[in-house]
């Protein structure tokens, strides 16, 4: 049974930082491309980070380019986003996918594993 299972979330003031993790299970992990989506109050699921399983590759919303960096550590299982100067708008339920090819124009309809998410609030 594959699990991804995100944590790190919280609450932050403007301009802090946050690391998120995600832990996977039940997968090949260092086969799969790994990637964060973010959901806010009312609005659609959008791509935020992805990496790809070489990690030769990262791919980024321009909304958080040079403030969020997407790593992984295949040993651990547990790819990561460091948010950075953070704003209220980064403010939503981050999710984290896995998927065999991850880029910013990879539908998410086809993603193969979802977690759960995590909740991000950043106060102004």
């Known amino acids: 049974q594959v699990q991804l299972v995100e944590s790190g979330g919280g609450l932050v003031q403007a301009g802090g930082s946050l690391r998120l993790s995600c832990a996977a299970s039940?997968?090949?992990?260092?086969?799969?491309?790994m990637g964060w989506f973010r959901q806010a109050p009312g609005k659609e699921r959008e791509f935020v980070a992805g990496i790809n399983w070489t990690v030769r590759s990262t791919y980024y919303a321009d909304s958080v380019k040079g403030r969020f960096t997407i790593s992984r550590d295949n040993a651990k299982n547990t790819v990561y986003l460091q948010m950075n100067s953070l704003k209220p708008e980064d403010t939503a339920v981050y999710y984290c996918?896995?998927?065999?090819?991850?880029?910013?124009?990879?539908?998410?309809?086809?993603?193969?594993?979802w977690g759960k998410g995590t909740l991000v609030n950043v106060s102004s």
């Open positions: 996918a896995a998927n065999r090819v991850l880029n910013p124009t990879t539908p998410l309809s086809s993603m193969r594993y």
């Open positions: 039940g997968l090949t992990f260092s086969t799969y491309a």
